[in-house]
């Protein structure tokens, strides 16, 4: 059984994927990279799966979270870069509304 939750795009050839599967006869929620490329096309390694009897836990943990908590600190826009402590420039979290919907993919 799959079914997909939404997307998340990361950049321009990255999205992130939420859904639930079932992997070696077992449920659970699945968050793992999505890439299109020239050379390939598919999920990547990259990613978490949580087993069903850790997601009320996991749930909670994000339901923990504030919008406060998301907050980007002054002066980090959603255009900008900021440098990480290895020098390389990551763009900052971008914020969504709790009632954006999620992309069919």
């Known amino acids: ?13 990255t ?11 077992r449920t659970g ?4 990279e999505f890439v299109s490329g020239d050379r390939y096309t ?3 390694k990259a990613g978490t799966r949580i087993p069903s009897a850790g997601f ?3 749930r909670e943990m994000i339901d923990s979270i504030s919008l406060d908590d998301m907050k ?3 002066g980090a826009g959603a255009d900008t870069e900021s440098s990480t402590s ?7 979290f971008k914020k969504s509304s709790p009632q954006e919907e999620l992309p069919d993919y």
């Open 72 to 74: 980007e600190p002054e």
């Open 1 to 13: 059984m799959e079914k997909d939750i939404g997307k998340i795009k990361k950049n321009d050839t």
């Open 15 to 25: 999205d992130i994927v939420v859904r639930i599967d079932d992997f070696g006869g």
């Open 42 to 44: 598919g999920f990547t």
């Open 56 to 58: 009320l836990k996991f």
């Open 29 to 32: 929620l699945t968050i793992r």
């Open 86 to 92: 290895t020098g390389t420039a990551k763009k900052p």
